[in-house]
């Protein structure tokens, strides 16, 4: 990921200086295991503990001569170990993949420890603005098109409990991808014993797999990369409504936007919905990387390495740009102007419109057929207003009489209340100031 979108904290996860300090410390482990059971002289503990990680620049020269960046590692770490014969001892009866495999587990549990803290900041962020919202009225839409009236806390709302279903998802994935595997070539543990595997499970907090084959089985993997994507798709549609809401035609909502803030280099009046639309196009990314992820599933027999390039990418793209992503949308949120005379205003704007199904229903109360009688009637009414501007109790009063009907004015009043509405909503924010 570019630096553009990185946040400190997640790109020292990926940093290949972290990735290094991981591996050794993997291998340490290995080593005081061995040594514990005998395996290997207790006395190139010590020195294989303090040889500090070779640094990036190191390992990259070594590199580019062996093309084979395990061993590049141990050769750059082994110069730095004193004596340099202790040495000799590590990645004792391992195979690359039980290095690999089981570093990529810490930097996906650290990676996902992040996010499920911005996960909850935005919780409570969406939580705590659909609670105080409660009351404020807008109209609500379907297809685009204005349906009834609604409370701008509830839209809210649905976002806060989508987005602590994705967080509670993330939970589970995490687990699916904290497992190790130190179990050597081909993974029948012929050259180590597995309660060397045991020993670093517990000290890394990390869970054995059940099985491996070399490889960890990438299903885990896979799950993880796909509760990104969910969790960044559900940001995107709380960007979605943001964006909608901020044309200039509905401009019931707007972005911060801050002092020395420019919208457009041609046209000074603008303020564009940037946060949002950066937003959009980052959930692509993260959603980018679900199939490459799952087709490092299938490897060739006990291991190939096809999964390999492509986790180097998508696996840092993806929890990264996710990071990125919480973070602007809990700004985003924190700092949303709603503004509810424009929402009031519109909700009113059709003249009434909004209220045909209630009107439909008494009517059908009153005695007419449904589809018949009631329909018909409110129908044509409403698509008169639709063309005329007259508002619709006026219509509907017309169409009435010409069919002999006599409407119930006081009773209309009543049901033509915008607050009658949205006044069975009261669990719904009841679950809300709950939720966690």
Not at 120 to 125: C, I, S, Y
Not at 141 to 167: L, Q, Y
Request: contains cysteine; hydrophobic residues 45%.
């Amino acid at each position: 990921m570019i630096e553009r979108y990185t946040l400190p904290e997640m790109g020292r996860v990926w940093s290949d200086a972290h990735k290094y300090e991981l591996w050794c410390r993997v291998e340490t482990l290995v080593v005081e295991a061995h040594a514990e059971a005998g395996t290997v002289p207790p006395e190139v503990v010590e020195p294989v503990r303090k040889a500090p990680p070779p640094t990036p620049e190191a390992v990259h020269e070594i590199e580019a001569v062996t093309q084979h960046d395990v061993i590049a590692f141990l050769s750059a770490w082994a110069d730095n170990t004193e004596p340099r014969e202790a040495a000799r001892y590590v990645h004792f009866g391992m195979t690359s993949s039980d290095l690999l495999d089981t570093a990529l587990a810490i930097q996906l549990v650290e990676a996902t420890d992040i996010l499920l803290a911005k996960a909850d900041t935005l919780v409570a962020t969406l939580r705590d603005h659909a609670l105080a919202h409660r009351a404020t009225l807008r109209v609500g839409r379907t297809h685009g098109i204005h349906g009834e009236p609604d409370v701008w806390g509830h839209r809210v709302a649905d976002f806060a409990f989508a987005t602590a279903r994705s967080r509670d998802r993330l939970r589970r994935a995490r687990e699916a991808v904290g497992v190790m595997a130190i179990s050597g070539a081909v993974g029948t543990y012929s050259n180590i014993d597995p309660a060397v595997e045991l020993h670093v499970a517990r000290k890394l907090g990390l869970r054995t797999a059940d099985v491996s084959t070399q490889v960890v089985m990438r299903d885990g993997i896979g799950e993880w990369v796909s509760a990104l994507a969910v969790l960044a798709t559900v940001c995107e549609a709380i960007a979605l409504e943001v964006r909608h809401g901020q044309r200039t035609e509905v401009r019931e909502l707007w972005e911060p936007f801050g002092k020395g803030q420019k919208g457009s280099s041609a046209m000074p009046h603008k303020k564009n919905p940037i946060i949002s639309e950066r937003l959009a196009g980052m959930a692509r990314i993260v959603r980018a990387q679900i199939v490459p992820v799952l087709e490092g599933i299938p490897l060739w027999h006990e291991r190939d390495i096809s999964h390999s390039s492509t986790e180097r990418i998508a696996l840092p793209d993806a929890s990264i740009a996710l990071d990125y992503m919480l973070n602007l949308t809990n700004r985003l949120m924190s700092g949303l102007v709603v503004d509810e005379a424009r929402m009031l205003a519109n909700l009113e704007s059709t003249g009434g419109l909004i209220y045909t199904s209630t009107v439909l229903l008494e009517l059908v109360e009153a005695g007419m057929s449904r589809d018949d009688e009631a329909y018909p009637l409110v129908q044509k009414a409403a698509m008169e207003t639709w063309e005329t501007g007259v508002p619709f109790r006026d219509t509907l009063r017309r169409h009435a009489a010409e069919n002999g009907l006599k409407l119930d004015e006081a009773r209309l009043d009543e049901v033509c209340r915008p607050e009658r509405f949205v006044e069975r909503l009261g669990p719904v924010f009841d679950r809300l100031a709950a939720l966690q």
